[in-house]
């Protein structure tokens, strides 16, 4: 398949971007830094462009069957309120439904939407508030933007996020009455996004991701 990967030159995008072209899709990654892009050149198709701005977001679109957004983290600013989560994602399902294209991947994080509170007591009480309180508030927005876009999507919400090795223990969890915390690679991370991009076992859903 021919997928568009949005945030694709940060750490888990280009994870994400590696395991697609390995699996033999075409890969398009819109790019806003031509170094980064750079890095990518191998692997993908590069479109410049920022992921706030339609004409560039519809360029990329064209000829894709589907979008994986790996967009994030965002810097934060005393002075204003984190948006680009969801404003590019607006920008996105947009351009998706003006071309048709129906599915999306979106990667959020673990304490977004209806999971919040499953990072365990430190997460959940001290590292999340204080220190991502108004990126998770961006998140929370992203994901009623998808969920209320009648496409085809399905959200993962990584747990803590490590630069580690590929493990064979990752759990896909819908139910998350038992958990409380986790971590998982970025390697692991893409494996199981894109399996989800082929396979749609969750589509409609937003599981948790983790080790």
Do not use: N
């Not at 947009?94 to 294209?101: C, L, P, R």
């Not at 927005?141 to 064979?168: C, F, K, Y």
Request: glycine share 10%; proline share 4%; charged share 25%.
């Amino acid at each position: 398949m021919k997928i568009l990967v949005l945030g694709g030159t940060g750490g888990t995008g280009r994870a994400i971007v590696r395991e697609a072209q390995a699996k033999g899709h075409e890969v398009v990654v819109l790019a806003r830094s031509p170094e980064k892009a750079a890095l990518l050149r191998d692997t993908a198709t590069i479109v410049p462009g920022d992921a706030l701005d339609p004409v560039a977001v519809t360029r990329a679109l064209a000829g894709c069957e589907g979008v994986i957004s790996a967009l994030g983290p965002t810097k934060l600013s005393p002075l204003k309120e984190v948006t680009l989560l969801s404003d590019s994602t607006r920008v996105l399902v947009e351009a998706m439904q003006a071309q048709g294209v129906r599915r999306l991947v979106a990667i959020t994080g673990m304490g977004a939407g209806d999971s919040r509170g499953q990072g365990g007591f430190l997460y959940d009480r001290l590292f999340q508030p204080l220190l991502l309180g108004p990126i998770y508030k961006d998140k929370d927005r992203q994901e009623a933007i998808i969920r209320s876009s009648g496409l085809d999507w399905t959200i993962m919400r990584p747990s803590v996020l490590t630069d580690g090795q590929e493990t064979e223990t990752v759990r896909v969890l819908t139910d998350l009455q038992d958990f409380h915390g986790g971590k998982i690679s970025r390697i692991d991370v893409a494996r199981c996004v894109v399996a989800e991009f082929e396979r749609q076992d969750w589509k409609g859903q937003a599981p948790i991701i983790s080790q």
